[in-house]
């Protein structure tokens, strides 16, 4: 069987906005005439002349947070503790630890699309969607979600677009053995703006974050801004999405690819 892959990463960028414009990636091209100099310093005694075409080597310099492009989050981004209802609470796991088996797993695609901007899903919804893909969840599935962010990425509205998962969908999640989840919007939670209304409206300070704080109780990790969902079915893929390791860190970049291929199912 030929192995196909489809790439579920967006790319970093400069021209289309990602992120919030105080936290959005900014990437400076050095061509290869602009690093001759550094080469000339680092080898004594070269001139640009013996370079071939005067050329030296192309480069990048690169101002970003871990949490730009795609990205996998460690549960010590959601919170200092982890694992209160799952033996106990502890420290939460920096990106460096994040065990590598996570991280390489069957995916389940939730086809969330049909859902309004700001929307927060239940267990209900997630119980739901998953009886009609007809697949029963295994520990360790990797779940990701595609929301109508997945269409406005490169849009004005991309920020705000897509619904949320709230705490508890995400522990339908988690008591089920899951331990990665991902989405093609900014954020694993409804779009900040859809929560503060919502907060304004009821006073229940605690839907602030909500997905993401389910990690208190039981530890575990989501990718944000996917991409390419639309193109995945339910189930039958493998995919991998090992995270730069970031000492310490509280996420860590990644090239998230789905993967067919029979070899690697069970």
């Given at each position: ?5 489809i790439?579920?990463?967006i ?7 990602s ?10 091209y050095?061509?290869h ?9 680092l ?6 002349a013996d ?13 970003m ?6 990205h ?5 981004h ?56 007809g ?5 360790l ?17 991309y ?24 989405t ?8 900040f703006?859809?929560t ?37 079915p ?11 390791k ?14 067919f ?6």
């Amino acid at each position: 069987m030929t192995r196909r892959l489809i790439d579920l990463s967006i790319y970093l960028e400069n021209e289309v906005l990602s992120d919030p414009p105080p936290l959005a990636p900014k990437i400076t091209y050095q061509t290869h005439k602009d690093t001759v100099a550094e080469f000339t310093h680092l080898i004594p005694g070269t001139t640009a002349a013996d370079y071939p075409d005067g050329e030296a080597a192309a480069a990048e310099w690169v101002t970003m947070t871990t949490h730009s492009g795609t990205h996998l989050d460690a549960p010590y981004h959601f919170h200092s503790t982890m694992d209160a209802k799952n033996g106990g609470s502890r420290p939460s796991i920096t990106i460096d630890q994040v065990p590598l088996e996570w991280c390489f797993q069957p995916g389940v695609k939730l086809d969330f699309r049909h859902f309004e901007d700001g929307y927060v899903a239940t267990a209900k919804d997630v119980a739901a969607e998953l009886k009609r893909i007809g697949h029963t969840l295994r520990p360790l599935d990797i779940v990701v979600v595609n929301t109508r962010a997945g269409s406005r990425y490169g849009h004005k509205d991309y920020l705000q677009a897509g619904c949320g998962m709230g705490y508890e969908a995400t522990m339908y999640l988690l008591e089920r053995g899951v331990r990665l989840t991902g989405t093609d919007a900014w954020s694993w939670d409804a779009p900040f703006s859809f929560t503060a209304k919502k907060i304004a409206e009821t006073g229940n300070k605690a839907l602030i974050w909500e997905g993401h704080k389910a990690g208190r109780d039981i530890g575990y990790c989501h990718l944000e801004k996917l991409h390419n969902l639309e193109a995945l079915p339910g189930d039958g893929f493998v995919i991998s999405c090992f995270p730069h390791k970031v000492r310490g860190g509280s996420a860590g970049w990644t090239r998230a690819v789905a993967i067919f291929d029979e070899r690697l199912r069970d």
